[in-house]
């Protein structure tokens, strides 16, 4: 029954891509940096750093297919960069934007002065296992924190355990939502954030 399922499931994802029609499952999340950020310890020696000129070009030297155009948008858009290094090499990355939420199809949700959009993360091969992503994330939280914002959101798949089971762990508060793009219409989303991006819910 399960691999008559996923045939199902290929079947019909494969129908929609030729429509023009796409719709995804994604996890909404929200960190108070008021809150306590929980320390993360990693097996590595890790600085984290917002990536210089040099960096950037290195990175992008690595990088391949979406990781790549991701990673050029980020640039484009002029977002900060944080890396994480071990020994001096650098073994992931993660993208902070200061304005919006958006995917590739349209806008999200605008969100206050207050707020960050952590986005597009990756951690190289060689360093998957050893906690490099939460060790980035907690030092990005902190960094922001300093800086005077007070929430920092994001969006994972929703079937991206490891990812989400990660930010939980920093007491990431979690919303699912579905996204739905139809031909010719703009991006629709049902369950829309209502946590503090959303201004009657703030303080």
Not at 148 to 153: E, H, I, P, Q
């Amino acid at each position: 029954m399960t691999k008559i399922w996923r045939k199902l499931r290929w079947v019909l994802g494969w129908l929609r891509r030729r429509t023009g029609v796409y719709s995804w499952r994604i996890c909404f999340g929200e960190k108070d940096l008021r809150e306590p950020i929980p320390e993360v310890h990693s097996p590595l020696d890790l600085e984290v750093v917002v990536a210089s000129p040099d960096c950037l070009r290195k990175i992008e030297a690595r990088l391949d297919g979406e990781d790549k155009q991701d990673f050029q948008d980020g640039m484009e858009s002029g977002d900060i960069c944080y890396v994480a290094k071990s020994n001096g090499e650098i073994a992931g990355y993660s993208w902070v934007n200061l304005q919006t939420i958006e995917m590739a199809f349209g806008t999200i949700v605008q969100y206050p002065p207050d707020a960050v959009y952590l986005h597009t993360s990756l951690v190289f091969p060689e360093a998957r296992g050893k906690k490099v992503f939460q060790y980035l994330s907690w030092k990005i939280y902190l960094d922001l924190e300093n800086r005077g914002y007070r929430y920092a959101c994001n969006l994972t798949f929703a079937d991206n355990a490891p990812s989400l089971a990660a930010r939980r762990n920093l007491n990431v508060k979690f919303k699912t939502l579905r996204f739905l793009k139809l031909p010719w219409m703009k991006l629709m989303v049902f369950g829309r954030p209502r946590f503090v991006l959303t201004r009657k819910n703030r303080d």
